[in-house]
């Protein structure tokens, strides 16, 4: 059977925060912040939405309410688009005592938003590529990642793992069914509103809610993607090989093609507790 293909793009038309090599010198949130600035993404989800559609794909935009003039004005570009309000969702997180600025519940609210929108396009079956709206690949490389997922398999493509941190998986894009990346957007989204999600770095979100929804049997097989589209990637306007170039070891700990094999009697809520659990591989 042959499944719509979709690439949902999501975020701010500008993003501000940090970048790929300056984040390096910045490990404490608070300080990070200092560094922030802003990246205009409108650029890039121009370019985005015109290859990515004359590889066959249809777009999904779920915006932020503060965009919608500009969203509305070049609704062209997409097969459907969902504006939302976020006013009301939470912009910052406690770490160690201290208030930090975090957006996660935002960045859950709009994907699932936008899964919700391509449901009801399409119906329940379709092949997502979910793709943050200041990120940016070579979309023939995801067109290939999403071709490793079979309809009916429940397999979530991610970009891939690091081995010195197993349960720090990378947010900036992820490719699966429809049923199943609705289902985990959902379930981040109503975590961080019951003030119940598992951890203050979205990475660590996204992984123990893979495992738990796995250990459920809502999501199949976890497997990374290649390095291929890894190094393809431009976060910000700042390509990867610049931060290649000074990663040093730290490239070598990450894990491309591979299945995140988790053992039996991981327990994500003792995780959370921070019990010391089985290793993951």
Not at 16 to 38: C, H, M
Not at 75 to 102: T, Y
């Amino acid at each position: 059977m042959t499944l719509p293909k979709v690439l949902l793009l999501h975020g701010p038309l500008n993003s501000v925060g940090t970048n790929l090599i300056v984040q390096r010198f910045y490990p404490d949130p608070v300080e990070r912040k200092r560094s922030w600035a802003a990246f205009n993404c409108e650029q890039n989800i121009i370019a985005l939405s015109v290859t990515f559609r004359a590889l066959g794909f249809k777009i999904c935009y779920s915006g932020w309410n503060e965009d919608r003039a500009w969203l509305e004005a070049n609704s062209g570009l997409f097969d459907n688009l969902v504006i939302v309000d976020q006013s009301g969702l939470k912009e910052e997180s406690m770490f160690v005592g201290r208030a930090v600025p975090n957006n996660k519940e935002k960045f859950y609210y709009s994907a699932w938003q936008g899964l919700c929108e391509i449901e009801r396009a399409t119906g329940s079956d379709a092949l997502v590529f979910r793709l943050r709206s200041d990120i940016a690949v070579r979309p023939d490389l995801a067109a290939a990642e999403l071709d490793k997922v079979h309809p009916g398999s429940g397999r979530l493509m991610i970009e891939y793992l690091n081995a010195a941190n197993m349960l720090a998986v990378p947010d900036f894009m992820l490719a699966g069914e429809l049923r199943v990346m609705k289902t985990i957007y959902g379930d981040m989204f109503q975590r961080s509103r019951a003030g119940e999600d598992f951890h203050i770095s979205s990475h660590i979100d996204h992984s123990l809610t893979y495992i738990l929804l796995q250990q459920a049997g809502l999501v199949g097989e976890i497997q990374c993607m290649g390095r291929l589209l890894y190094d393809s990637m431009v976060w910000r306007g700042i390509p990867r090989y610049f931060e290649q170039t000074v990663a040093g070891a730290d490239a070598q700990q990450l894990v491309f093609d591979a299945l995140l094999a988790v053992p039996p009697g991981f327990d994500v809520h003792a995780q959370v507790r921070g019990a010391a659990p089985p290793a993951v591989s």
